[in-house]
């Protein structure tokens, strides 16, 4: 079903927002916000679980953890080489269609870097030998393992043996032994893995990334799952027939038809407190609808790549937040681009406590 109507930016967020489920507590468990919004981004650890935790009624910090410690959530680079949860049984297939681009990407470097495939194969063999039967070992003890059979491990050699073996889908982040997270074989964390051709690998990436992060356009889909942009359009046909496609300016948007377009004045949808690569801003390779341009280096100082935690007010992006955790306390404190509104202020205040309890204390303001 195909509507045109005349939308500012605002009707956008409006149903990005619902989509995404943010700030009402829809999910009853971790997993379910994991699987809902198929991929979130988690190379900021302390952040992501907030972006789950936001979804989810009554969750906390430590709910998080103990769903990475139960299996029901994991932790991987499935896409952009970067760490995401992921649901345990979403992994396998969304990598038979990412990982190939992504070490193709990566092969200039590993030249750069003197990797050779006798390397990655030697890592690949000790490493399977060392977890096979259900062991785990910490980042620090896998590379020493490395190290003491002969491969380099110094300056980014390192993480790029890792990152291979994550994109090859022998390994995953297993249980936190202290403050580190440890690596296991997925195929043993993960003994029962969807396992889909190609074709409906692509159709289960775009109705699952355009139901939760719609409305959206091919190329932010493209983007967000480290497609081509063929095989964007291609996941997108297969599913397209279960998407509203909305036109604002000239331009296609896709989303799940049983969030209806607002009229031109969205009800306002109240303050929330992002972690600096929640999806509603990540989730997008255009990030204009919530942001402003002329913000964009005050989220990203620098164009560094490092996202700050934000607040928005009625899904616009209108200043940053940061926090400081402390052992019975946690300090939170806001740098809007322009002065809050009274209301806005104090809903910033109910979100800043909000954010308190999931972390399991006092808030200081």
Not at 145 to 167: M, P, T
Not at 240 to 261: K, M, W
Not at 278 to 297: C, K, N, Q, T, V
Request: hydrophobic share 45%.
């Amino acid at each position: 079903m195909t509507r045109s109507f005349s939308a500012n930016r605002r009707t956008l967020t409006s149903l990005r927002l619902a989509a995404q489920r943010i700030g009402v507590g829809a999910f009853e468990r971790p997993s379910d916000a994991v699987r809902h919004l198929l991929g979130v981004q988690a190379q900021d650890f302390t952040g992501a679980k907030w972006t789950v935790g936001l979804r989810c009624a009554g969750a906390t910090d430590a709910s998080i953890e103990s769903a990475l410690a139960d299996r029901s959530i994991v932790r991987s680079w499935p896409m952009r080489g970067t760490l995401h949860f992921v649901a345990p049984e979403d992994l396998a297939w969304m990598l038979s269609v990412t990982a190939e681009r992504t070490m193709r990407t990566a092969a200039g470097r590993h030249v750069q870097l003197e990797l050779t495939d006798a390397d990655f194969a030697r890592a690949r063999d000790l490493t399977e030998a060392a977890l096979s039967g259900g062991r785990s070992v910490r980042r620090d003890e896998l590379l020493r393992l490395f190290s003491d059979n002969g491969i380099a491990v110094d300056g980014q050699r390192g993480a790029h043996l890792i990152g291979y073996l994550a994109h090859i889908a022998l390994i995953v982040f297993g249980a936190v032994d202290g403050k580190q997270q440890t690596f296991a074989l997925l195929s043993e964390w993960v003994p029962s893995p969807r396992v889909l051709e190609r074709d409906d690998a692509l159709a289960e990436f775009a109705l699952r990334y355009f139901t939760s992060h719609g409305p959206a356009t091919v190329r932010d889909f493209a983007w967000w799952a480290s497609l081509t942009l063929t095989d964007a359009r291609r996941g997108l046909a297969a599913v397209q027939g279960s998407l509203e496609e909305l036109i604002v300016n000239d331009t296609s948007y896709f989303h799940a038809p049983d969030f209806s377009a607002p009229d031109a004045t969205p009800k306002p949808s109240g303050v929330v407190a992002l972690p600096g690569f929640d999806e509603y801003l990540l989730g997008y390779s255009d990030r204009s609808a919530p942001l402003a341009e002329e913000y964009f280096e005050r989220i990203v100082p620098g164009k560094n790549g490092m996202f700050l935690p934000t607040i928005v007010v009625d899904g616009e992006v209108v200043g940053t937040w940061r926090r400081t955790v402390m052992a019975k306390s946690v300090r939170v404190e806001s740098d809007p681009f322009v002065p809050l509104s009274t209301a806005a202020e104090r809903g910033f205040r109910d979100a800043a406590s909000d954010y308190a309890r999931f972390m399991g204390r006092e808030l200081v303001l």
